[in-house]
């Protein structure tokens, strides 16, 4: 596929969020016009961090910014660098409020039901912390349950053990390892349930809250 695509650029059709208080989404339509929708199914294939810091306000636009990252980790332009450790990707960087002058957004490359192709989605900064709870699948009363129990179990582990006088820093230390295990394995559970079954995920104002960006 890569020799057949030489020489050819390579585009994502891109859903448009809704923002300035509006209920729909614009994605692609068949006739090239924008089709507006209140939600849709799409399967999420990939994504990635895209920080983006403009010397002067950003007023819309495809203007490029004067230093973006495409991984979260290393900036190109000015004044460009590692990301973690800019202060301009720090909080109360930016000009206004106690937010940063680096915007830190989420590109997301969606299959919906009955394309072939993928579409692009850029999260605005609003959205990441319930999008981060939604690829996580969120810490619900049955996690918060079973934390209970876990941590219910090692005290009463250790109460008994002193009582028995069996107090021991290396079987203590196995039960930890023991206890977080439980954790890894549900964590890789829950990965292989969103990458490797292809689960289909709702992505509607009704099921996942979009926030518009404020620039």
């Known amino acids: 596929m890569a020799e057949e695509l030489n020489g050819l650029e390579l585009t994502f059709e891109k859903v448009k969020i809704p923002s300035g208080g509006g209920i729909v989404y614009e994605v692609p339509g068949a006739d090239g016009e924008p089709d507006t929708v209140k939600d849709f199914k799409a399967v999420i294939l990939y994504h990635h961090p895209l920080n983006c810091y403009y010397k002067t306000k950003y007023t819309g636009g495809s203007n490029p910014p004067d230093c973006g990252s495409f991984d979260g980790i290393a900036g190109i332009g000015d004044p460009g660098g590692k990301c973690k450790t800019c202060p301009l990707n720090q909080y109360e960087s930016a000009d206004e409020g106690k937010g940063k002058a680096c ?13 072939v192709f993928p579409m ?15 690829i996580i699948g969120g810490l619900g009363g049955a996690i918060y349950a079973l934390i209970a129990f876990v941590v219910a179990d090692y005290i009463t582990g250790v109460f008994a053990a002193f009582i028995r006088k069996e107090l021991s820093s290396e079987i203590g230390a196995k039960r930890i390892i023991k206890k977080v295990t439980i954790f890894i394995v549900i964590g ?7 990458y490797l079954l292809g689960t289909v995920r709702h992505c509607g104002r009704h099921s996942y809250s979009f926030m518009p960006q404020t620039n």
């Open 103 to 115: 915007k830190n957004r989420r590109r997301i490359y969606i299959l919906r039901e009955g394309d």
């Open 120 to 134: 692009l989605l850029s999260l605005p900064t609003g959205s990441l912390k319930v999008f981060t709870k939604y």
């Open 188 to 194: 890789i559970g829950n990965l292989a349930d969103i």
